[in-house]
């Protein structure tokens, strides 16, 4: 190897960019009041199912459900439940316009049941309304004092107000009445990381655990708090999620990514190929495999042949046109390593390590004089 070959080469270990695990995992850490918003009006039901009918023959059961709904309100107009479930099931659709008039109509035909508060609590979370949902748990709880879901929807709302002490206090008034109440565990384990003490929130995310083997946002939470420390164990907590949800490409990546970054590349190769095969879109898993192959496996034009393909997918990525520059330029292709640094300033204007990569092109050139 000549000397220009081994400086670029070792240039190749610290510049090329990829997307780094504990980078990943320090913003979603930083951002959990960010995520808990989205977890509280996403996660509160079950998840819409997107997988379609085999054939036009079968009947939908998100319709039928629907149809169902319907037909219970027009035999009696004053079932009070009916409306509250069809709320639901629009909540659940993410219509929440539509939910909104339903379980005020339940509300109105009987405004005693704690649980039609709670919904329509769901609803105005749904809504952006934070604090008509606060009111709305408030008057479940006056009706109900043992309303469980009350109080965890209580807390939820005072993590995002960064209201820690009185989410604490909901969570325990949970556990009084329900020690099984796996959510109670879950949430008191993000205030935990919220204030930073790890040892305690993985504790709480465990104990999760322990009372809903299947809680998977808390394998999820494990998986990748085990991850940023470099601990094998976010393997076994990151398959857990797989487990629940095989096709769950955001894990799947997490995973390749621990992998790639225990330097275990065979099994990061794998699944970063498994996610090619299974969402062709997802180009982080292209690019990483393109990564992975310019800078250990020193495979420069398979590393080109995937960076191109990176940049099929999203012409914008300026890090997959430097780093197939970056590969030309070990190849010595001077012509098409210029051209993707310049590419790259296109797109990511005063990107030093692009800057560099000209700086060394040109040097380059003016010794083969």
Not at 115 to 143: C, H, P, Q, R, T
Not at 244 to 251: A, D, K, R, Y
Request: proline content about 2%; some cysteine.
């Amino acid at each position: 190897m000549s000397k220009n070959r081994e400086l670029w080469f070792a240039v190749a270990m610290e510049i090329p960019f990829v997307v780094c695990l504990h980078m990943i995992i320090r913003k979603l850490i930083v951002g959990l009041l960010s995520f808990f918003l989205l977890f509280i009006i996403s996660c509160n039901h079950p998840q819409k199912s997107n997988e379609k009918s085999e054939s036009n023959d079968s009947i939908d059961p998100v319709l039928e459900r629907l149809d169902e709904l319907n037909r219970e309100i027009r035999t009696d107009s004053l079932n009070s439940d009916a409306f509250k479930e069809r709320a639901i099931f629009y909540y659940e659709n993410e219509e929440y316009n539509e939910a909104l008039k339903d379980i005020v109509s339940a509300l109105e035909i009987d405004s005693t049941k704690a649980e039609y508060f709670v919904v329509i609590s769901d609803v105005y979370l749904g809504l952006g309304k934070l604090n008509l949902s606060v009111m709305a748990l408030d008057k479940a709880i006056e009706l109900d004092p043992d309303n469980t879901k009350a109080y965890l929807r209580m807390a939820e709302n005072s993590i995002i107000f960064r209201d820690y002490k009185k989410a604490l206090d909901y969570i325990d008034k949970v556990i009084q009445l329900n020690s099984l109440e796996s959510k109670a565990y879950f949430l008191r384990g993000v205030i935990f990381l919220e204030n930073k003490d790890t040892i305690r929130g993985i504790r709480n995310f465990q104990k999760a655990i322990d009372v809903n083997q299947d809680y998977l946002e808390a394998h999820y939470q494990l998986g990748m708090l085990y991850a940023l420390k470099k601990n094998k164990l976010a393997i076994d907590y990151f398959n857990n999620v797989l487990n629940i949800e095989p096709e769950n490409i955001e894990v799947l990546y997490y995973l390749a990514m621990f992998y790639q970054e225990t330097d275990d590349y065979e099994n990061a190769l794998k699944i970063y190929e498994s996610i090619e095969s299974k969402e062709p879109g997802f180009y982080y898993a292209t690019f990483n495999i393109g990564y992975i192959h310019l800078v250990f496996t020193k495979d420069f034009q398979t590393a080109i042949d995937y960076f191109t393909k990176t940049i099929e997918i999203n012409p914008d990525y300026g890090e997959a046109y430097y780093n197939r520059g970056f590969s030309y330029e070990l190849l010595k292709d001077v012509e098409n390593s210029r051209s993707d640094y310049k590419k790259t300033l296109e797109l990511l204007p005063n990107y030093d390590k692009a800057i560099d990569g000209l700086n060394r092109i040109d040097n380059y050139l003016l010794q083969q004089k």
